[in-house]
C-alpha cells in the first residue's frame, strides 16, 4: 500500500514563501509521476504543479513563475517550493501519485493547510 505524508504546511504573510514536502513509501517512488494539488473552501481541487518520472514539469497559469516541483528519488520526495504567496494560494494542499502498470493506479495524501494572510 502507497503511503503519502505531507508536511510544511502552515501560516505566512503573503510575499512569504513555504517548502511543502511529500514522503512516500510502500512503493518504488522512481515509477511515480508526482504532482500538487489544492483546494480552497467552497472551490474544485486544481492541479498547482506536475513532475514525471523523467523530470518534466507543468503548472497551473496561475503559480507560474513562483512556485517550483522537484523530486528526489533517493528520498523518496517530491517538493513543492512556493515563493511569493499570495492570499489566494490559500488552500490545502494535496499530494498526489500516479503510475500505469496495466491500468492506472492514484494516491494521495491527506493534505496540509497552507493560509497567505494579506
Known amino acids: 500500500q502507497v503511503q503519502l505524508v505531507e508536511s510544511g504546511g502552515g501560516l505566512v504573510q503573503a510575499g512569504g514563501s513555504l517548502r511543502l514536502s511529500c514522503a512516500a513509501s510502500g512503493t518504488i517512488f522512481v515509477m511515480y509521476a508526482m504532482a500538487w494539488y489544492r483546494q480552497a473552501p467552497g472551490k474544485q481541487r486544481e492541479l498547482v504543479a506536475a513532475i514525471t518520472t523523467g523530470g518534466s514539469t507543468n503548472y497551473a497559469d496561475s503559480v507560474k513563475g513562483r512556485f517550483t516541483i522537484s523530486r528526489d528519488n533517493a528520498k523518496n520526495t517530491v517538493y513543492l517550493q512556493m515563493n511569493s504567496l499570495k492570499p489566494e494560494d490559500t488552500a490545502v494542499y494535496y499530494c498526489?501519485?500516479?503510475?500505469?502498470?496495466?491500468?492506472?493506479?492514484?494516491?494521495w495524501g491527506q493534505g496540509t493547510q497552507v493560509t497567505v494572510s494579506s
Open positions: 498526489n501519485a500516479r503510475v500505469t502498470i496495466g491500468r492506472a493506479y492514484e494516491y
